[in-house]
Every structure is written in C-alpha cells, then in structure tokens.
C-alpha cells in the first residue's frame, strides 16, 4: 500500500485506541516508518517510486520488504520489539509497535504481489487481489487523511 494508505490506518486506529505522544510516535514507527526496509531489500523500490510519481504506475512491483513484514515472523519480532522499546521506555506500552506492526501487515496483505505469511517455518507463498499504488488508492487515502484531520484535529 501506499504511505498515505498506511499513515490514514495508523492515525485512525491511533484515534480509536486514545493513544497520545510518545506512543503516537512508535505507532507511527511501526504502521507507516517500517517500509524504509523496502530501500534495503529491493533496490528496484527506488525507481518504483520514481515511476508512481513520473508515470502513475508502478514498473515492478515484485517483493519489496523484509521478514519483518511478514505475518508470523512481524508478529513474533513486533512482540519483541515492543517489549524493548518499553524497558526503554516505561511510558509506551509493551503491546503498542506489534499491534501497529500487525495493522501495516495486514493492509499489505491484500497487495498483489508476493506473501511468503509464515516465513520462516514454511514457503507458502500467495498473491493479493488489489494492484499496488493506483491512483485510485492514492486518491482514497489522500481524501481519507483530509477528513480525519477535519474531525479529529
């Protein structure tokens, strides 16, 4: 999905959930901050980009994130991650970078292109239904983002 579809998720269910700075920031983190792993794991990603905002389409698509976006390994390390983050921080509550964590997981789960869901236990692979980075989807979340920040803020 697109950072505006990811960061729309993220703000909605951060409202939802009451959640304020500094939880706000790992939530944030962990919904929209954890594509920067598309920049290490394909470097087609870049040129993606380039082409969305050039051309309105994406050239390659092909996988573009780590295990880390993958369901069972995202959970287990979102877990974990989240337990560090608040030994580091008493204030931010252990369950919150694995619960945005899974919310970006899950609006990528649905994208057409390769899912690997319980890597690494298994190579079970499958397609999402919905073409990545269309105009219509970034039309939906731009429109999306306007209203939450008239009602909300």
């Not at 974990?80 to 694995?98: C, K, M, N, Q, T």
Request: no cysteine; glycine share 8%.
């Amino acid at each position: 999905m697109l950072i505006t579809s990811h960061l729309l998720g993220t703000l909605i269910l951060g409202k939802a959930l009451s959640i304020e700075t500094p939880e706000l920031y790992v939530a944030l983190l962990a919904g929209v901050g954890i594509d920067i792993d598309h920049v290490f794991v394909n470097r087609k990603w870049a040129q993606d980009v380039k082409d969305f905002l050039k051309e309105r389409k994406i050239t390659y698509g092909t996988k573009q994130h780590s295990w880390l976006q993958e369901l069972v390994f995202g959970v287990f390390a979102g877990i974990a991650i989240g337990i560090f983050i608040s030994y580091l921080w008493p204030d931010i509550r252990w369950w919150i970078f694995p619960i945005f964590l899974l919310l970006h997981i899950v609006f990528d789960s649905v994208m057409h292109y390769e899912h690997e869901p319980f890597i690494p236990f298994s190579k079970i692979k499958y397609w999402g239904w919905l073409r990545s980075g269309t105009k219509t989807e970034l039309a939906l979340s731009f429109l999306g983002l306007i209203v939450l920040f008239f009602l909300f803020f």
